[in-house]
């Protein structure tokens, strides 16, 4: 005979659970399968193993859940671990662009389960320039024009395929990573240490330090 424990009680219980754990007691019956599924629980294994996740929106993520989202996670970061040299292609950049300064993902981000992710790299050039670099057919495909000032941070937002550069002179611009005149640009109140772009339920947003 099959006993049905409330609801809430068990979701308290459940919370105390680790992804492991979870996955196990899912297996128990359809109850709670749909309990042990839910995304409050998920979110929050989500939010206490990868910080990023207490700004960005599922969506954002190309997942339907967050038990999706941290199982597609987990099993990326199980395959870099596990990876040999050999899988892994070496590509160089072009001489004539000059030596980088940062770099970062504006479109995809690396390993995926069917290898067929495309990924696109910003980075900084030696020119006072930003640029992209499709990784996989080793081309430039983007060069910003010629900036009056070197560029000090990078950061990208690659769900949007967007770049954010402070320079020296405290001047922060947005790109569009396909046109060559910035989308906007204004001048700090004071020098940027730190820059991060992120996506929150709401808005991007960036965050100055």
């Known amino acids: 005979m099959e006993t049905h424990l409330p609801s809430l009680p068990l979701m308290k219980i459940f919370s105390y659970l680790d992804a492991y754990s979870l996955l196990q007691v899912a297996q128990v019956?359809?109850?709670?399968?749909?309990?042990?599924?839910?995304?409050?629980l998920w979110r929050k294994l989500c939010q206490k193993r990868w910080l990023f996740c207490d700004m960005v929106t599922l969506q954002l993520q190309d997942k339907e859940t967050w038990k999706q989202f941290f199982v597609y996670r987990t099993w990326q970061e199980h395959s870099k671990t596990r990876a040999n040299p050999r899988d892994f292609t070496y590509k160089e950049i072009p001489l004539q662009y000059g030596p980088c300064g940062y770099a970062c993902y504006i479109s995809g981000?690396?390993?995926?389960?069917k290898g067929q992710d495309k990924s696109v790299v910003c980075m900084v050039n030696s020119k006072n320039t930003i640029s992209t670099w499709d990784v996989h057919k080793?081309?430039?495909?983007?060069?910003?024009?010629e900036q009056p000032a070197s560029i000090k941070l990078l950061t990208t937002l690659p769900e949007m395929h967007i770049a954010v550069t402070v320079d020296i002179q405290s001047t922060i611009k947005l790109w569009d990573c396909h046109n060559r005149e910035a989308l906007a640009t204004n001048?700090?109140?004071?020098?940027?240490?730190?820059?991060?772009?992120v996506i929150t339920k709401d808005d991007p947003i960036v965050l100055l330090h």
């Open 29 to 40: 019956n359809k109850n709670w399968n749909a309990l042990a599924s839910s995304d409050v």
């Open 187 to 197: 001048i700090l109140e004071s020098p940027c240490k730190s820059l991060k772009a």
């Open 109 to 113: 981000c690396g390993i995926t389960r």
């Open 138 to 145: 080793s081309v430039i495909t983007w060069v910003s024009p």
